[in-house]
Structures are given as C-alpha cells and as structure tokens.
C-alpha cells in the first residue's frame, strides 16, 4: 500500500485494517473504554487507529501537560473534512490540551503553486474564521508556517538528520521533485514536534489527528524526533539474563552521562559512552530522568509524537470526494440552501423502488447520507441508531432521510456562518491580521 498513502495525492483506502499490518498503527477500538468523555469520532469507531495514543488518555486522566497540533493546507473551500479534524483539535482542547493549529502555507507554495497572497487570504477567510467558528479557544496558537521563524530554524536543523533518499523512501520523491516540496515536508515535521519547544514549555505527549493519508509526516517525525534526541534507552539482559536499562549516549557529553548516573546512584554504573541501570524497572522514571538532563545540556529531549487516523468520508455522489468536484462536498462556506440542494441530489443506501425499499431495507452502510449524519448531523447516538434501524428494517426511506439531513445542515451552515462573521471580530486576539 505504500505507493497509496500520498498526503498530496487522492488516497482511496478500501482497507483500513491493512493500515494496522503495513505500517503498525494500532486499532484504536481497544482504547475507546479508558477516553474520558469520549467524542463521537471517538465512540463511533470514526477513528479506527492511532500511535501511543495511551499517552494522552493518562495525561488527560492525571491532568498532566499535553497538547494537540494538527495544519491545512490553504488550497481550496474548507469542507466537512477538514471540519472532522478542527472537531478533534477543539476536544482536546477542552480536555486541558495545549492547541496549535499550523496553516501549511509554504506547502501549498511549493507543492500546489499558490501564491502567497491566495495562502494569506484562504488561510484566514476559509480555514481560521472556521475553526473559531466551531469553537477553538483564544489560548491556543495559530499561525502561518512562512511567518514562523521557529518552524524553519527547526525545519533546518531536522534536515541534517535525513537524506533524500529517506525522503523519497517514504513519500515516493524522486528526481522530478522540486527541492522547497522536500523542505515542506521537513516543515510539516517541525509544526509537528513545535508544541514541544514553544515558550520552552519542554517535552510533552503531542497528538495529531489526521486521516490515514498524512501518515508519512507521523512516521517521519517520530523517526526525526527520535535521532535529534542525545540519548537513546535499551533494555538488555546481562549474562545471567537478568533485565537492566543502558542509556546510550549518542551525541551527549560525558557531563550528562554523569548527570544522569548521579541521579539514581547506586543503582546505576557509568562506562564510556553510556550509563547501565540495574534493579530499576521503571522505564518511564528513567525516560523522565534522561529528559531533564538533556534539557539541562541543550538537548530537546523529543517524545514521539502521537497521531489518530480517522475513516475517509465518501462523496456526497459515492466514490471519493474531490476539491475538483464541487457536487461530491460540502463546504463549510456553501450557501446553505445550495448544500441543501447537494444533499437532495446525493447517493443513498436505498433500494430501487419504495416497495422493494420497504421489503428489503435500506443499505445504510452504503448511504452517503447516513454516513453525514454518522460523521457530522446527528450528536445523539440513540438518535442515529434509530435512523439506522428504521433504514434496515425498511421503515424509513430515503426522500425523507434526505429532508431531514437537509434541513439539518441547513440548520447548521446557517449558524456556523453567523459565527464565522463574529469571528472576523475576534481575529487580533489570536494575533491574526484581517483585511475585508
């Protein structure tokens, strides 16, 4: 699947599951019990992977530090897709996380060809008006990735740890490729691991949801943020195979190999180029440890960044949404009655007539509307499990189903877009510049 998992191209994944064998994301099914007040991409199995996302769920639970971070690329109309993951950004904010949001800007320069302009202008008037629309908070961090000096001070230092064919290995680059598309890539890096670093708040669990095609940014940048570390943690076993951790110091100096045997004394014995710790089964105790210590000697001391994938919606006319097919999306900025319109035109899960509908039931598996519903309309689960169920037993058909979704996002765009004008207002306090 390797040539399919694009974050430029029109990824069709069939199989998600396959995900979980190619490329080790874990099934996130499992988690679901142990997530504080879960979300409904949560509950409805909307996410389907994730990596270390456990991280999360105990500094949630212990009301640790920790943060979400997630970008767009300012290229067309924000649509209910990017809506999935500003959705999850905003959750985890009220769940006591540190959000950023990075607009992608030198990627859409560099790998769709808009101008700086055109990024500026779709960057605020699509996606930020938007997202504080649906309720991000001012005591996150928005910003353009072109005016963060950060993020490319950061980028170039994460370039010295990866070559072009490392870079081609996982994103498919080959000699064609322009050389800013690479170093957007390495941006896309730096957005990741920058709520690690920023107002040197240090090192903390950082997730990003994303849908499973961005997925070669998480594995570069947990492979990045895993070598710009000064020391790496083994368990090995001696001769007598009794377990011991070895910190190995990679570029660290011998001050902080020092440091860290000091910190748990007797237990731990200092050889060139590493420190063996015996009688201490504690790795997170030892993790923190190595942290604090290369903070101490200029070090970053990244933790890999967590990630969760969620399911691809289809097109409102089956098949896969295009930005190059208005008809198969709704935009957060179409005019209501107009994506009213679209829903009525959609594909359903319906049968060929009402009378077979009724005999057979309907498909809502195979239903573009159901599956709105599932990922945006309807909060209540009792709500949609009726939906379901009266689709199924051939109760409820497929005219009314659409009325009523319609008259939904009616409902919905008519308000989001009321907020996206009071937001214009609320612009400087994230420390955004607007001009009409």
Same mark, same amino acid.
Not at 364 to 391: A, G, T
């Given at each position: 699947?390797?040539?399919?998992?694009?974050?430029?191209?029109?990824?069709?994944?069939?199989?998600?599951?396959?995900?979980?064998?190619? *490329?080790?994301?874990?099934? $996130?099914?499992?988690?679901? =019990?142990? !997530?504080?007040? =879960?979300?409904?991409?949560?509950?409805?199995?909307?996410? @389907?992977?994730?990596?270390?996302?456990?991280?999360?769920?105990?500094?949630?639970?212990?009301?640790?530090?920790?943060?979400?971070?997630?970008?767009?690329?300012?290229?067309?109309?924000?649509?209910?897709?990017?809506?999935?993951?500003?959705?999850?950004?905003?959750?985890?904010?009220?769940?006591?996380?540190?959000? $950023?949001?990075?607009?992608?800007?030198?990627?859409?320069?560099?790998?769709?060809?808009?101008?700086?302009?055109?990024?500026?202008?779709?960057?605020? &008037?699509?996606?930020?008006?938007?997202?504080?629309?649906?309720?991000?908070?001012?005591?996150?961090?928005?910003?353009?990735?072109?005016?963060?000096?950060?993020?490319?001070?950061?980028? $170039?230092?994460?370039?010295?740890?990866?070559?072009?064919?490392?870079?081609?290995?996982?994103?498919?680059?080959?000699?064609?490729?322009?050389?800013?598309?690479?170093?957007?890539?390495?941006?896309?890096?730096?957005?990741?691991?920058?709520?690690?670093?920023?107002? &040197?708040?240090?090192?903390?669990?950082?997730?990003?949801?994303?849908?499973?095609?961005?997925?070669?940014?998480?594995?570069?940048?947990?492979?990045?943020?895993?070598?710009?570390?000064? @020391?790496?943690?083994?368990?090995?076993?001696?001769?007598? &195979?009794?377990?011991?951790?070895? !910190?190995?110091?990679?570029?660290?100096?011998?001050?902080?190999?020092?440091?860290?045997?000091?910190? *748990?004394?007797?237990?731990?014995?200092?050889?060139?180029?590493?420190?063996?710790?015996?009688? @201490?089964?504690?790795?997170?105790?030892?993790?923190?440890?190595?942290?604090?210590?290369?903070?101490?000697?200029?070090?970053?001391? @990244?933790?890999?960044?967590?990630?969760?994938?969620?399911? *691809?919606?289809?097109?409102?006319?089956?098949?896969?949404?295009?930005?190059?097919?208005?008809?198969?999306?709704?935009?957060?900025?179409?005019?209501?009655?107009?994506?009213?319109?679209?829903?009525?035109?959609?594909?359903?899960?319906?049968?060929?007539?009402?009378?077979?509908?009724?005999?057979?039931?309907?498909?809502?598996?195979?239903?573009?509307? $159901?599956?709105?519903?599932?990922?945006?309309?309807?909060?209540?689960?009792?709500?949609?499990?009726?939906?379901?169920?009266?689709?199924? &037993?051939?109760?409820?058909?497929?005219?009314?189903?659409?009325?009523?979704?319609?008259?939904?996002?009616?409902?919905?765009?008519?308000?989001?877009?009321?907020?996206?004008?009071?937001?214009?207002?609320?612009?400087?306090?994230?420390?955004?510049?607007?001009?009409?």
């Amino acid at each position: 699947m390797n040539n399919e998992i694009n974050p430029w191209g029109s990824t069709d994944i069939q199989d998600y599951s396959k995900l979980f064998q190619d *490329f080790g994301i874990s099934p $996130f099914e499992d988690l679901i =019990p142990t !997530v504080p007040k =879960p979300n409904k991409y949560i509950r409805r199995n909307i996410i @389907f992977g994730h990596r270390g996302y456990g991280k999360i769920i105990e500094a949630i639970q212990n009301n640790e530090p920790f943060a979400v971070m997630s970008g767009f690329m300012p290229s067309g109309h924000v649509h209910l897709g990017h809506k999935m993951v500003m959705d999850q950004i905003i959750w985890h904010q009220k769940m006591g996380g540190d959000a $950023f949001v990075g607009i992608a800007d030198r990627e859409a320069y560099s790998v769709r060809g808009s101008s700086w302009e055109m990024c500026k202008e779709i960057g605020i &008037n699509e996606y930020i008006l938007s997202l504080i629309a649906l309720g991000f908070k001012p005591d996150g961090h928005i910003y353009f990735q072109s005016e963060s000096d950060k993020i490319m001070n950061l980028a $170039f230092e994460l370039g010295v740890k990866v070559n072009f064919s490392e870079m081609g290995s996982i994103y498919g680059f080959s000699g064609n490729t322009n050389i800013s598309h690479t170093i957007s890539a390495l941006c896309q890096s730096a957005d990741i691991l920058n709520p690690q670093v920023e107002d &040197n708040s240090g090192p903390k669990p950082t997730v990003i949801p994303v849908g499973a095609d961005q997925d070669p940014h998480i594995r570069l940048t947990r492979g990045l943020a895993n070598k710009m570390n000064l @020391f790496r943690i083994e368990k090995r076993a001696d001769k007598s &195979n009794i377990p011991y951790y070895s !910190v190995r110091g990679k570029s660290a100096p011998n001050e902080a190999l020092l440091a860290i045997k000091q910190r *748990f004394d007797n237990n731990a014995q200092l050889f060139e180029g590493h420190v063996d710790i015996y009688e @201490f089964d504690d790795y997170e105790k030892i993790a923190q440890v190595v942290r604090e210590v290369e903070l101490k000697y200029g070090g970053y001391a @990244f933790m890999p960044p967590v990630s969760t994938y969620h399911r *691809f919606m289809t097109g409102l006319q089956g098949g896969k949404m295009s930005s190059s097919s208005p008809e198969s999306y709704i935009a957060l900025t179409d005019n209501p009655k107009d994506a009213a319109k679209k829903i009525m035109r959609s594909k359903t899960g319906g049968r060929i007539s009402s009378t077979e509908q009724r005999e057979l039931g309907g498909v809502p598996e195979n239903c573009s509307i $159901f599956e709105i519903m599932l990922f945006h309309l309807v909060e209540d689960d009792k709500e949609l499990k009726r939906i379901h169920q009266e689709c199924k &037993n051939g109760e409820l058909l497929c005219g009314h189903c659409k009325k009523y979704a319609a008259e939904i996002m009616n409902q919905f765009l008519t308000s989001h877009q009321i907020e996206r004008e009071n937001a214009k207002s609320l612009l400087e306090e994230y420390g955004i510049s607007y001009k009409n």
